[in-house]
């Protein structure tokens, strides 16, 4: 049931939008018009020297795996945790994805602040994280792994796959 993700415009203007208020945490008003149920990642790095670059930003939210003491119980029954803004990242029914970042100076040292915002939202206490299985197994409706997409082995729309 692993989805692709598209990138969609809305939702990088409002992770935007909040990432300029360097405001720690999470945004409480990135509900769209298409969207009811939007899920947020927020992180920030800073230093003195030089403007850090978001792919450690990324990869501290992937880093958080090493929090979970029980990963396999977790997919089928997530529980709330330091290690939120990994799940949301492999979260599978999470489909459309926009992303903001700025460097700022404003926070005493030299800041990168990214912020993305995934639809459909993931973290549901007690949700789960993705069905286990053969790729494409389990498709949600409207939706199949085409042949010849950029994606095979994920469950899309056939107007979501777009060639990087």
Partial sequence: NMRQ???????????LRWATQCTPGHDKC????????VGQNY??????????????????WVDEIKLISDPKSMIANFQGGNWGHF???????SFKLGCGEIHT?????KTTITVCNYATGGNLLSGRIYEEGEPCS?????????????????????SDDKKP
């Avoid at 990135?30 to 149920?37: A, D, L, Q």
Wanted: glycine letters at 8%; proline letters at 6%.
């Fill in 138 to 158: 389990k498709c949600p409706n409207g939706t199949k792994c085409w042949e010849g997409s950029s994606y095979p082995h994920l469950c899309a729309l056939k």
């Fill in 5 to 15: 993700i598209s990138w969609e415009p809305v939702s990088e203007s409002i992770a």
């Fill in 105 to 109: 100076n404003q926070l005493a040292i």
């Fill in 30 to 37: 990135r509900i769209t018009k298409e969207f009811s149920s």
């Fill in 43 to 60: 992180g920030l790095l800073g230093n003195d020297v030089d403007f850090p670059n978001s792919k450690g930003i990324f990869e501290g």
């Fill in 87 to 93: 799940t949301q990242v492999i979260w599978a029914e």
